[in-house]
């Protein structure tokens, strides 16, 4: 179908109400990924991992059912991708995407040796609706998440309700004059400045990566907070980061594509010398040649006016180079 015969009622009779699945896990429910998830989340919850039996966190559920790297499922997955509507919607315009809404309901906790695999439905596409970001259509996805072991065949233990706005960004920048309009640039979200944080985001702008240290017991902490998780002490004081640090984790991003990111975006957890960790961009690296324990350096980049983000790339040793 050319783009000039795709139309947005076109788009609702092709995609609404049709149940695609299932979308099947790489892997069974196991100690080792439940034990990075809390390790990655901080989550010592004791239900989880400190018993006979491995309890999966509920926040885990989106996690089971996600394609690799390269964008493939395992076999047995149906060959349909589920967001070929967001694809569409590019076609005739409204190319950008942000989500909305994200909420999950659990029915029951899985447990190691659980089988998951997951059905999406497109339910819901609302007439266009003007908002601040443009003008565009939000779409509902539901997803219900299965699992299946030696005892339990297809029982539904989590649901979530997602809701996207396809748009179609503006193009002339508010107020441009009509011999010097342009397209509008789209900015990264700024972050909140509050008691708590505001020495953090001042630090970066003077060209510092500041840490927080407990006074009384001298623990670090990041992100910043108002009280020490060690000791419960209220008072702090800061060090300056050396910007070195290792690969703890990564993620890549490749879809949606929202602006003003480059794709595929590399997010890595580093683990700073100075026994933070900390989530920022990679870049100078494939996404292929990213190795977890890699040594990197963040580099104070100023991304937009007045907003200063710590960004890293790999450190070049003899054996690499």
């Known amino acids: 179908m050319s783009e000039s015969e795709l139309t ?9 109400n049709h149940r695609l699945g299932p ?29 006979d039996e ?24 149906v060959d349909k991708n589920v967001y070929e509507i967001m694809d569409k919607f ?16 659990y029915h029951s906790y899985l447990k190691e040796g659980d089988q998951v695999y997951s059905y999406h439905t497109i339910v819901d596409v609302t007439d266009k609706k003007s908002t601040g970001l443009g003008e565009g259509y939000f779409v509902t996805e539901h997803a219900q998440y299965y699992r299946s ?11 979530a309700r997602i809701s996207y706005f396809k748009y179609m960004p503006p193009e002339q920048t508010p107020g441009a004059s009509s011999s010097g309009g342009g397209i509008k640039k789209i900015e990264r979200i700024r972050p909140v400045e509050n008691h708590d944080s505001k020495h953090f985001w001042q630090g970066l702008r003077e060209g510092k990566l500041l840490i927080q240290q407990c006074s009384n ?43 003003p990111f480059d794709y595929p975006n590399a997010i890595v957890l580093v683990d700073l010398d100075e026994g933070v960790r900390i989530a920022s961009q990679l870049t100078g690296t494939k996404p292929d040649d990213i190795v977890i324990g890699s040594r990197v350096k963040a580099k104070l980049v100023e991304v937009q006016d007045e907003m200063t983000l710590p960004v890293f790339e790999v450190i070049e040793t003899e054996a690499s180079s």
């Open 8 to 16: 947005v009622e076109k788009i609702r009779e092709d995609h609404i």
């Open 23 to 51: 979308y099947i896990g790489w892997n069974k429910v196991n100690r080792a990924q439940v034990w990075q998830w809390c390790a990655a989340m901080g989550d010592t919850n004791p239900l989880y991992l400190e018993n």
């Open 90 to 105: 590019g076609q005739i315009g409204y190319s950008a995407t942000v989500a909305t809404n994200y909420d999950q309901t």
């Open 217 to 259: 017991c001298q623990v670090t902490r990041h992100p910043p907070q108002p009280m020490c998780e060690q000791c419960q002490s209220i008072e702090w004081n800061t060090i300056e980061s050396k910007c070195e640090g290792t690969i703890y984790s990564y993620t890549v991003m490749h879809y949606p594509e929202i602006p």
């Open 54 to 77: 491995v309890i999966a966190p509920p926040t885990m559920l989106q996690m089971w059912t996600m394609r690799d790297v390269r964008g493939n499922f395992p076999e047995g997955t």
């Open 149 to 159: 072991n030696d005892e339990i065949k297809d029982e539904l233990f989590g649901e």
